[in-house]
């Protein structure tokens, strides 16, 4: 039976390196606060719960209409294109992230999409830099929602529009970092596979019991075999 593979982005399939740069800039374009996002943890939060945190923490006070959400979406989107057009941001695939999507997009038995906190805008703009973007249908997105549980209920309908008929999301399978990313698949009944590619150890994530758990994404045969056998 066919499952949808629902993957996280940062951590997951890719590495950004100076992510800082274009994420600050946008905030004090936006809001005119020289904002930093390496005061806060980021790792599997959305983007608005990032830019809030990053308020909390310097103890700043500031209410973020649905205009000035947009205005940062599109100033987060262009610094990130210019950033990394000028080689000062880097986003690459992980090891192996390449090769489990063309695998998936040539076995029938599969289909796959995204679950992130980025907004899309800035989602487009990471995996087309890591040359993985033909790979992925429309998910979901924190422009959707900045709650991640909300995410992948989202991607799962738009997936079903697309191809024109239902999943179970019994057969829907999230695979991600953080125990945020399987909090988000236990909240929608769905599986998860979680790896040691971002902040969090194996040896930690293995603590949380997810329904599997790699080191990361490098043996193509071994990812499939475990997205299959969940």
Known sequence: MERLILFDIDGTLTRTE?????FNEAIFQTFAIAGDIRTVVPDGNTDPLIVKDIFAKAKIQIEIGADRWQRFTANLRASYRQHVERGETTVRALPGAAELLKALLVN?????????GNFEATAEVKLEAAGLALYLSRGAYASDSEHRPDLPGIAKRRWQQLARRLIEPERCVIV???PNDLAAARKNHMK???VGTGRYPVEELLYWQPDACLADLSDTKAALTTLANL
């Open 18 to 22: 100076n992510g800082y740069l274009p």
């Open 108 to 116: 029938q038995a599969f289909s796959a999409s995204v679950v992130t």
């Open 176 to 178: 991600g970092d953080t």
């Open 192 to 194: 998860c596979l979680l």
